[in-house]
């Protein structure tokens, strides 16, 4: 290589460096950085027994059917799962409709049976997971009522005995 190819190309390195930082600023802000955590957290409370509000925030922000609230110690929650460990099926299943994340709690408080069965089959370890707050899929499956009547006492035959650990 020349000395003026060098000298070049260091130039143009030198001023793309420079310009990289500048092009990158100048991207839109993150969903994160346009919704407060207080909004976050109120669309996690409303999950748990206010179907109009969440319908209302989602309406107005999609995106918050994937927040969680960290309420600390390592205890986050989604608003479907604010629906599951309070047997809140309108909400989960409108949750489910809009595309949330579904997990294995809340199928065990909708009924859900064989998903359920066939999942701790395959990852029998879960049968002791811990979901928001600590709520096991006995208390999910309880929460479930009626509908989640056998995935509860399946629950309680692979000898799940608690409703809540700490976390």
């Known amino acids: 290589m020349e000395r003026k190819d060098f000298i070049r190309l260091g130039l143009i390195g030198t001023f793309g460096l420079q310009v990289i930082p500048v092009i990158g600023s100048k991207r839109s802000k993150s969903f994160e950085e346009n919704v407060s955590l207080q909004t976050i957290k109120e669309f996690v409370v409303a999950g748990h027994s206010n179907l109009s509000k969440v319908k209302v925030m989602l309406k107005s922000l999609p995106n918050l059917i994937y927040c969680r609230h960290d309420w600390g110690g390592g205890d986050f929650e989604e608003a479907i799962e604010g629906a599951g460990h309070v047997g809140n099926k309108k909400i989960a299943e409108y949750l489910i409709n809009e595309g949330a994340r579904v997990n294995l709690f809340v199928l065990a408080m909708l009924g859900k049976t064989e998903i359920v069965k066939t999942t701790l089959e395959q990852f029998p370890n879960l049968l002791h997971a811990k979901g928001a707050h600590g709520f ?32």
């Open 136 to 167: 096991t899929l006995l208390h999910h499956a309880k929460a479930g009522g009626k509908e989640s009547e056998e995935i509860y006492n399946y629950l309680i035959e692979k000898g799940l005995t608690e409703s809540k650990y700490n976390i």
